[in-house]
């Protein structure tokens, strides 16, 4: 589930390898979207949300090309 505008967006994401505890995410996810994390599974797409904690931004693949 990602949020848009304070509310719940179902969306589905292909994942990839786990790596150092980070889920790799190969598609279905903008670099700047905001992901629910905790409590996802009460929510319908459409519920009206507000964000309380926002963690460090995932690091695009492409930003770490070469550096494996």
């Known amino acids: 589930n990602v949020v ?3 509310l719940v967006k179902v969306r589905e994401v292909q994942a990839g390898k786990i ?3 980070r889920q790799q995410i190969l598609s279905g996810l903008k670099a700047d979207e905001v992901v629910v994390i905790s409590g996802h599974s ?3 797409d459409g519920t009206k949300i507000s964000v309380r ?3 460090e931004p995932a690091i695009p693949s492409s930003a770490k090309a070469g550096k494996e």
């Open 4 to 6: 848009e505008n304070g």
């Open 19 to 21: 790596k150092e505890g």
């Open 42 to 44: 009460k929510l319908r």
């Open 53 to 55: 904690q926002q963690t």
